[in-house]
């Protein structure tokens, strides 16, 4: 498992606009110093019972690089040391984490925050037998479209804060919900004043208005709408399946915005075989996200490539569909990435503490793999260092477990574990 060897535009994060519960969570660690500006000040927290850094050279020699009995020191916003405890340099400011676990903060590389309203209908019939379907995200275009900025906003801070509680630092978010020029631009704008991981998905389906000539929506989504999307974001996805878009309208969208700057990034595979996998290598596409539908050429064309298979258990979960087999991938010697995929249709879960657990029981995959996939796998899928990995130089962007070992994420599903967190070297949680 090695990550994406470029970093591009690893421009920090604004902290999301936390709701009272986040303000008022507070962690069983204790700050024994005074405080410090986090960009002068630096801090040690020492007594940790087991630290992922996902450096094999800093640790136990496994990708995960865990080291026991260590400490951790920020300053300002990076990590400056790694070690066991009792080498750790006089800090500022100490905290003692009690004999828990401390591992990067989540890298949650696709999720679909910017929406309105709920598809709580669709899920209660889904549940009572009918299947899913593409044609589910017109409801939520419909509510989108509706909404004003503000509410749209206040939706999308509300699924950040909640996300930040489960030790999520890191974010990537898509429009893909308003459909036209002006709809879609304003989604991304919203989302750029949160996060620098912002993609341009106008080609979630074709726009209800062009049901009949979706030609002509392919060249609004890669002509005016494209012009006006662009500005305000980092990557360019489609939809590339059924219902949605084929492979040569797929191949055109990626490309326009290629040439446009923005860098591909693909939802392939999930409800059928199809191009969108190949089609992702073929680009040298960040991610080809949820591919459950693989045949062995798709696999062999993503272990040779610098493409990150992006897994989404939490859609099949939500969807009774069948789960991806993370263990055929990694087999392979595929990069693989663990991501929320949260959207109010076929995912609506902030949790990446959940989708490890459904990872390792139901997608073959080991407690260590699935940390290591929501982490490191999330920054390769971004094609970003310094972000899923506790090194120096990297951001101190961190979490604390109420737990031994980061094999309790699994080992104890559903229990909210996380009871610190640190972001860009600030303790927010």
Not at 58 to 85: K, N, S
Not at 134 to 142: D, L, N, Q
Not at 230 to 254: H, M, N, S, T
């Amino acid at each position: 498992m090695t990550p994406g060897r470029s970093s591009e535009r690893p421009a920090p994060e604004p902290d999301p606009t936390a709701d009272q519960a986040t303000k008022d969570a507070m962690s069983n660690a204790t700050t024994v110093s005074p405080a410090h500006s986090a960009s002068t000040a630096s801090t040690l927290i020492t007594n940790i019972a087991a630290l992922v850094t996902n450096d094999p050279s800093l640790g136990d020699g496994t990708p995960l690089g865990l080291i026991q009995g260590a400490a951790v020191v920020i300053e300002g916003d990076r990590i400056a040391w790694t070690g066991d405890q009792s080498k750790a340099p006089a800090t500022d400011n100490r905290v003692d984490a009690g004999g828990r676990a401390v591992l990067p903060g989540f890298v949650d590389s696709h999720s679909h925050l910017v929406f309105a309203g709920d598809r709580t209908q669709e899920f209660n019939a889904r549940m009572s037998g009918r299947p899913y379907s593409a044609g589910g995200i017109r409801t939520t275009v419909a509510a989108t479209r509706a909404a004003t900025d503000e509410e749209l906003e206040a939706n999308l801070t509300r699924y950040l804060a909640e996300a930040l509680r489960q030790g999520t630092t890191t974010f990537e978010t898509k429009s893909g919900y308003g459909l036209t020029t002006e709809d879609e631009s304003r989604a991304l704008r919203v989302a750029s004043r949160h996060t620098a991981e912002v993609t341009y998905l106008g080609a979630h389906i074709v726009a209800p208005e062009f049901a009949q000539d979706p030609a002509a929506y392919v060249a609004l989504v890669t002509g005016e709408m494209l012009d006006a999307c662009a500005p305000y974001a980092r990557w360019i996805d489609v939809f590339c399946e059924k219902g949605a878009f084929d492979g040569d309208q797929a191949r055109a969208i990626l490309t326009a915005g290629t040439a446009r700057g923005l860098h591909p990034r693909i939802h392939a595979n999930q409800l059928s075989y199809g191009p969108g996998v190949r089609l992702a290598v073929e680009l040298d596409a960040a991610s080809a996200d949820h591919c459950t539908h693989l045949t062995e050429e798709d696999i062999d064309a993503l272990a040779n490539s610098r493409t990150v298979a992006t897994l989404l258990p939490g859609a099949e979960f939500s969807t009774r569909a069948e789960w991806p087999n993370a263990r055929r991938l990694l087999d392979a010697g595929v990069t693989v990435a663990l991501s929320t995929d949260c959207n109010p249709g076929s995912s609506f879960t902030s949790s990446v503490p959940f989708c490890v657990a459904l990872a390792v029981r139901d997608m073959g995959m080991t407690p260590d793999e699935a940390v290591w996939s929501a982490t490191a796998g999330g920054a390769a899928a971004l094609r970003r260092t310094d972000i899923g990995r506790l090194t120096p130089g990297a951001y101190a962007d961190l979490m604390l477990l109420d737990a031994p070992s980061h094999v309790h994420l699994a080992y104890r599903p559903g229990v909210p574990l996380v009871t610190g967190v640190w972001r860009r070297g600030e303790r927010v949680l």
